[in-house]
């Protein structure tokens, strides 16, 4: 008996002395932070004039927030070192658009894909186009050293051995893209979505051809038996995938950046020195009378009148924001070909358009709705959002309503509706143009606009050298 007691004793020593550690998801909500590896890009997690952005952060602050946690976004000094900090448990995942290849799947493991991209070959336009990888042979190539554009030109190299490439260390691809536009390297090699958003701001660049197929861009999680944070993270985005959710980031942040083409980008930017300055003094007038940003109101002047005070249309809308006589009238303006009070009426319409948005609809959809209904108006706009509802959208989401506006223009659709026949494409076009313009506008004047906040729920750690 005695022996079986002594026996029983040590087994439950043993036992408490070798207790099963939480899983890892647990023991994250008792720390109460995520840590996460990322970089600084325009597709992944920047500070913009509101706050911190990025595709990368909206979903990992999303995620952070389902575990009820903050997320601290840890910034390394190169993409090379993003998943070694992941193998050596440094931080609890990266996400920072990488692509999902064999050679990075032996090292990490990658959480469902939430977006596809290709690699593309870019150069300047008015030099010759290549038309294969090996016209780039005699030009200079650069990449970023460590990222799977330089994966794939090593596996192109066992084909075409003469050719060669400079690995960048202390670089990005937005970067390399500004060297091929002011003509210091020939090429580059970027991920489609960056491609898309530089050329915004950089109009002379191709895009020769795609070296790749659609490639997933996934986060990465170290190989272990823990897979709590794994599947935690799986089952989050697989939940915003279903609610629609995924779909109206990847609209946020891509669904309007090729609209503007190399034409309308150059005459645009050639404005901006030419028609602009005598206008600013009355947009940043109206916005602080109103409350809106003044490069907003400037990028909605461009869109209506190419910022000509003397533009008449031929239903006779008329001046800089191209008011209708009934909407002057209603809001107190005599001449509408006056710049100051057209840019001021503009401001106001605006605003009286946004209050007619239901109050639940949060930005930045609700102000792409306003837009739309301020160009097309508030009755037709809410046609479109019962339609969107009948389809099975949600009605307060622009990347859901935005589908469904195009419709108006078809008889068998709008003869459903209060308002009747409306051109539906306009107002998409209309929106997309504007959020264009309004992003060139910031990027022409960031050199002059307040250092922005940070959002208190974040937790940022950024090495002193960044």
């Known amino acids: 008996m005695a022996i079986r007691?002594?026996?029983?004793?040590?087994?439950?020593?043993?036992?408490?002395?070798?207790?099963?550690?939480?899983?890892?998801?647990?023991?994250?909500?008792?720390?109460?932070?995520?840590?996460?590896?990322?970089?600084?890009?325009?597709?992944?997690?920047?500070?913009?004039?509101n706050g911190l952005?990025?595709?990368?952060?909206?979903?990992?602050?999303?995620?952070?927030?389902?575990l009820g946690v903050k997320a601290r976004f840890i910034i390394p000094d190169s993409l090379e070192e993003i998943l070694p900090m992941v193998v050596g448990g440094e931080v609890d995942f990266a996400a920072a658009g990488l692509t999902v290849t064999p050679h990075r799947e032996q090292l990490a493991r990658f959480g469902p894909g939430y977006q596809k991209i290709t690699q593309q070959l870019v150069y300047r336009g008015g030099s010759r186009r290549p038309k294969t990888v090996a016209d780039t042979i005699g030009g200079t190539l650069e990449v970023i050293a460590g990222s799977v554009q330089e994966e794939t030109l090593q596996q192109l190299k066992r084909e075409t051995t003469e050719l060669l490439w400079v690995a960048q260390k202390n670089s990005d691809s937005e970067e390399l893209l500004y060297l091929v536009r002011e003509q210091m390297i020939d090429y580059t090699i970027?991920?489609?979505?960056?491609?898309?958003?530089?050329?915004?701001?950089?109009?002379?660049?191709?895009?020769?051809?795609?070296?790749?197929?659609?490639?997933?861009?996934?986060?990465?999680?170290?190989?272990?038996?823990?897979s709590s944070l794994f599947n935690a993270a799986r089952d989050f985005l697989e939940q915003l995938r279903k609610d629609g959710t995924l779909e109206q980031l990847i609209e946020?942040?891509?669904?309007?950046?090729?609209?503007?083409?190399?034409?309308?980008?150059?005459?645009?930017?050639?404005?901006?020195?030419?028609?602009?300055?005598?206008?600013?003094?009355?947009?940043?007038?109206?916005?602080?009378?109103?409350?809106?940003?003044?490069?907003?109101?400037?990028?909605?002047?461009?869109?209506?009148?190419?910022?000509?005070?003397?533009?008449?249309?031929?239903?006779?809308?008329?001046?800089?924001?191209?008011?209708?006589?009934?909407?002057?009238?209603?809001?107190?303006?005599?001449?509408?070909?006056d710049p100051e009070q057209s840019i001021l009426g503009g401001a106001r319409y605006l605003l009286v358009v946004e209050k007619k948005i239901p109050e639940r609809i949060s930005k930045p959809d609700r102000l792409w709705f306003t837009l739309a209904g301020y160009n097309i108006g508030f009755g037709h706009l809410e046609d479109a959002r019962i339609l969107t509802q009948r389809a099975g959208g949600d009605p307060d989401k622009w990347a859901e309503?935005?589908?469904?506006?195009?419709?108006?223009?078809?008889?068998?659709?709008y003869k459903t509706v209060k308002h009747g026949f409306a051109r539906g494409r306009e107002p998409v076009?209309?929106?997309?143009?504007?959020?264009?313009?309004y992003d060139l506008l910031i990027w022409a004047n960031r050199a002059q606009e307040p250092t922005p906040t940070v959002e208190s729920e974040v937790l940022i750690t950024i090495p002193a050298v960044l």
């Open 53 to 66: 952005r990025g595709m990368e952060y909206e979903l990992v602050t999303r995620f952070a927030r389902s």
């Open 190 to 226: 970027a991920d489609s979505n960056v491609v898309a958003l530089c050329r915004r701001f950089y109009p002379e660049l191709k895009v020769a051809f795609d070296l790749t197929r659609p490639l997933p861009l996934a986060w990465a999680f170290p190989h272990a038996e823990d």
């Open 401 to 413: 309503v935005k589908k469904q506006l195009p419709l108006l223009s078809q008889e068998k659709f």
């Open 252 to 337: 946020r942040y891509y669904g309007y950046t090729e609209k503007l083409g190399f034409v309308d980008t150059r005459t645009f930017r050639r404005h901006i020195a030419t028609r602009l300055p005598a206008l600013m003094p009355f947009f940043k007038k109206a916005a602080e009378k109103s409350g809106i940003e003044w490069q907003l109101l400037a990028a909605i002047g461009y869109q209506e009148s190419h910022w000509n005070p003397s533009a008449v249309s031929p239903t006779g809308v008329k001046g800089v924001m191209m008011l209708t006589k009934g909407t002057a009238r209603q809001l107190g303006i005599r001449d509408r070909q």
């Open 429 to 437: 076009s209309y929106v997309d143009n504007i959020r264009s313009y």
């Open 5 to 49: 007691l002594l026996i029983t004793l040590i087994l439950s020593t043993l036992l408490f002395g070798c207790s099963i550690p939480k899983p890892l998801v647990e023991r994250i909500k008792e720390k109460g932070v995520l840590l996460v590896a990322t970089r600084n890009s325009p597709t992944t997690y920047y500070e913009g004039r």
